[in-house]
């Protein structure tokens, strides 16, 4: 017996479930997994985003507390040492806010004694400094580390 040119129901069936039917159920998937992953994606970004401004004002004021020690090493002979030396901390801290750098007093050991005027070779200035850490999220309004503080400090041995 010849098959005839015409096509049974049968293959309808199967032609249109193998093109059509099975893929209509899938039309707004990709939109769907893409509105579930973007709230995460935007959180990752944003985190990335301040973890990176918060290690440069980490830096910043690394490099800042080394500048003041190296200032106030070189002027110990001078009567102002220390206030040249904060000064020079707060100058160098130039990308910080400098109402919220709280520069701790200056500690000094040796056989110089422990006052800035005093200073002779052979004794170690040490300076240090605090910086409040700024973890707001901006679309949030929310802190996430309220009690973040970036701390550096850095010791000088007079020559």
Not at 1 to 23: A, C, D, E, I, Y
Not at 51 to 75: E, H, K, M, Q
Not at 123 to 149: E, H, K, Q, R
Request: charge should be positive; hydrophobic fraction near 40%; aromatic fraction near 8%.
């Amino acid at each position: 017996m010849k098959r005839s040119k015409r096509s049974s129901f049968r293959s309808l069936v199967r032609k249109g479930w193998r093109t059509g039917l099975h893929t209509r159920r899938e039309v707004g998937t990709s939109l769907f997994e893409f509105a579930m992953v973007l709230p995460l994606l935007a959180i990752l970004l944003v985190g990335i985003i301040k973890g990176g401004i918060l290690f440069y004002d980490y830096v910043v004021l690394a490099d800042a507390v080394a500048a003041g020690a190296r200032t106030l090493a070189t002027n110990r002979g001078n009567g102002n040492a220390c206030t040249l030396g904060e000064t020079a901390l707060m100058n160098a801290a130039h990308d910080l806010n400098p109402s919220l750098i709280a520069i701790q007093p200056e500690t000094f050991t040796g056989p110089g004694g422990s006052t800035c005027t005093a200073l002779v070779e052979n004794d170690a200035v040490t300076m240090s400094a605090t910086y409040p850490c700024d973890m707001n999220i901006p679309f949030l309004g929310t802190n996430f580390w309220p009690s973040c503080t970036l701390s550096s400090q850095t010791t000088v041995r007079i020559e």
